[in-house]
């Protein structure tokens, strides 16, 4: 399967605990997103990597948030100290572009989903 | 800033009956629009896509059209089946930007046999 992968699928924590989210995008994709969905509602915007470039990071993405991409392959999305607000899927994309057109698609993976109790 | 809004679900359907879901948006300038869908235990997947007015979208049997003149972009099928069953998705990537998808809350369809 060469799709995006997302491990762990599911991660159940307590408050308080800091948590760590992979993402695996398709090997030729240049650019990688990071969303989140809560129950019911459309996936918003966090950030995304050019690269291993964060270009872009979205309000939603507190302190406590950070994602990185360094090798310009997998990247990493670490919550600190997990708020139950928190508790959503987490999703990740990836794309290949070499413009800065809107049509580039995106391709998203399982997602995980964090349960914070 | 921009936005989509579309048709609150669940919305639930006989099988072989005609499908609309309405979409609208908000955007400046001439954004790209997509319908993800998301079936059951799955990840979302791009459905069909328009980048200007007028262009009409295509896949599965679904179509949509890029409005301008209404900014809306409604999903229709003719007939639908039962695996049609899943979670559609209105989107807009905004034309002066490639970073973000914006999505709609989304709309649950149920097709019954």
């Known amino acids: 399967d060469t799709g995006v992968s997302q491990n762990p699928r599911h991660k159940i924590t307590k408050r308080g605990q800091n948590v760590t989210f992979r993402c695996d995008p398709i090997s030729e994709h240049n650019r990688l997103y990071w969303y989140r969905q809560t129950l019911g509602q459309g996936p918003e915007f966090l950030t995304y990597?050019?690269?291993?470039?964060?270009?872009?990071k979205s309000r939603l993405l507190s302190d406590r948030f950070s994602a990185e991409r360094p090798k310009g392959s997998f990247s990493t999305l670490e919550i600190q100290r997990t708020e139950q607000g928190d508790s959503a899927m987490y999703l990740c994309?990836?794309?290949?572009?070499?413009?800065?057109?809107?049509?580039?698609?995106?391709?998203f993976g399982p997602g995980t989903r964090l349960t914070v109790l | 800033g921009d936005s989509v809004t579309q048709m609150e679900g669940p919305v639930t359907l006989s099988e072989e009956a005609f499908l609309t879901i309405n979409c609208t948006y908000t955007?400046?300038?001439?954004?790209?629009l997509f319908w993800y869908v998301q079936y059951p235990g799955e990840g979302l997947q791009l459905l069909l896509k328009?980048?200007?007015?007028?262009d009409k979208g295509s896949n599965k049997g679904f179509e949509a059209t890029y409005r301008k003149e209404t900014t809306s972009f409604h999903l229709e099928k003719g007939s639908v089946q039962v695996s049609d069953s899943a979670v559609y998705f209105c989107a807009l990537t905004p034309y002066s930007s490639a970073s973000k998808i914006i999505f709609g809350s989304g709309t649950r369809l149920s097709i019954r046999p």
């Open positions: 955007a400046t300038g001439y954004p790209s």
């Open positions: 990597f050019q690269n291993e470039a964060q270009l872009e």
């Open positions: 328009a980048t200007k007015a007028d």
């Open positions: 994309a990836s794309s290949f572009s070499t413009g800065t057109s809107g049509n580039n698609e995106q391709f």
